[in-house]
Every structure is written in structure tokens, then in C-alpha cells.
């Protein structure tokens, strides 16, 4: 089947970057939109940037111009660059991608989630 596995995750100071990457594999045919959800305790999960296949973004009102998501088509990765990190953004973040596996129809797949913690 397809996996979904992140990395990069962890414990930063406020004004911090941190890079998230996650690794879709599998019996992938092909992988369209792609993009990062966060969940902080309490809240419910939201979208933080997405990209489809052919490069177009879309971000969240909270993390405009600090956040910036792309992808490897050829590796089938997508990233999220996070910069000048405040402590609500804080929160386990998600891969997903829509991905049609070979010889199936397509899913909606998430990743495990890696936590990302802002604090001095």
C-alpha cells in the first residue's frame, strides 16, 4: 500500500526554523495534492499549506509569509519550511497527499505526525 512517513520535528525557540519533510512510498501510480495539517491539544485539525502536482500553494492566514511548502515530484516528497516560529505554532503536524496507488483508486493518506514545539 502507500506510506506517508515524516521527519524533522522538534523542540525550537520562538523566531526558530525548523524543516519537515515527509516521504510518500509504495505502489504509487501517481500523487496529486499534497500538503501539511497541524493539530494542537484541544483544537481540531487545520490546514497549514498545501501544493498540488503542478506547483500551485495555498497557506494558511497564520503562517503567510513564514511558512513555505514544495515538493519533489520525482522523489515523491513534500517539505515545509517554517521560519520565525511562534509558540502557538505549536502542534503535531500531518502529512497528507491524495495518491492513487497502481491498479486502484485513489486515497486520501496521512502520515503518522511528528510534533513541533515552540518554547524558550
Known amino acids: 500500500q502507500v506510506q506517508l512517513v515524516e521527519s524533522g520535528g522538534g523542540l525550537v525557540q520562538p523566531g526558530g526554523s525548523l524543516r519537515l519533510s515527509c516521504a510518500a512510498s509504495?505502489?504509487?501510480?501517481?500523487?496529486?495534492?499534497m500538503g501539511w495539517y497541524r493539530q494542537a491539544p484541544g483544537k481540531q485539525r487545520e490546514l497549514v499549506a498545501a501544493i498540488t502536482s503542478g506547483g500551485s500553494t495555498n497557506y494558511a492566514d497564520s503562517v503567510k509569509g513564514r511558512f513555505t511548502i514544495s515538493r519533489d515530484n520525482a522523489k515523491n516528497t513534500v517539505s515545509l519550511q517554517m521560519n520565525s516560529l511562534k509558540p502557538e505554532d505549536t502542534a503535531i503536524y500531518y502529512c497528507n497527499a491524495q495518491v492513487r496507488p497502481i491498479g486502484t483508486s485513489t486515497g486520501n493518506y496521512w502520515g503518522q505526525g511528528t510534533q513541533v514545539t515552540v518554547s524558550s
Open positions: 509504495g505502489r504509487i501510480f501517481s500523487i496529486y495534492d
